[in-house]
């Protein structure tokens, strides 16, 4: 099973399929791990084939398509990861983020534009303000992310576990199971 690569956004995972669709060598990929809304838009652009797990039956009809086109099979929750060696007390809130001792610390885990992630983390961000979940929460979420900019506290790369390490993103926007990977490799 090809899965060109796994640790791609959600938006590059879809764009591998869109550059490979008539090719059927092995760069094609056979498998993609993406966020659970990008199912129904590959699925309406005709860039996957049903497919039931043996556990079909067991999966909640909200968490998969109908016809077998995409399924959730987990999730992760968003987490502060954060490099102790730098950043001494870490913050309890969103709101934490914005306050002068984070400045320069704080960064998403992908581009918004491509990596569900990082989407998630724009969002979490607006419901986190009190905004209600949908179009609010996702403004909200931008114009929290424009003030922890202006506050200078948003280091805009894409964060990883090596600039954590590293000290350029120390304080990482990012799905738990990325953290406790990281927590359980970076000691």
């Known amino acids: 099973i090809n899965e060109l690569n796994p640790d791609a956004g959600s938006g590059d995972e879809i764009e591998a399929i869109k550059a490979n669709k008539d090719n059927k060598g092995p760069q094609a ?3 993609v791990d993406v966020g659970l809304s990008f199912g129904p838009s590959a699925k309406a652009d005709g860039l996957i084939q ?10 909640p009809d909200s968490a998969k398509d109908a016809d077998g086109y995409w399924t959730g099979d987990y999730y992760g929750v968003l987490s502060f990861q954060v490099n102790k060696d730098i950043v001494k007390e870490a913050p309890a809130d969103w709101a934490d983020l914005l ?19 990082a989407i998630q983390g724009v969002y979490a961000a607006g419901l986190s303000s009190g905004a209600a979940a949908g179009e609010a929460a ?8 424009k003030k922890l900019n202006a506050a200078g506290n948003f280091v805009p790369v894409i964060g990883k576990a090596a600039t954590l390490a590293q000290g350029q993103t120390p304080i990482l926007i990012t799905w738990d199971s990325n953290a406790l990977a990281g927590r359980d490799t970076l000691k």
Do not use: C, H
């Open 138 to 145: 996702g403004t909200a979420g931008l114009d929290f992310f």
């Open 29 to 31: 990929p056979d498998v």
């Open 99 to 117: 306050k002068p001792e984070f400045a320069n610390t704080v960064a998403l885990a992908g581009d918004p534009r491509a990596s569900n992630q």
């Open 50 to 59: 049903p497919y039931k797990v043996s556990t079909w039956d067991s999966i």
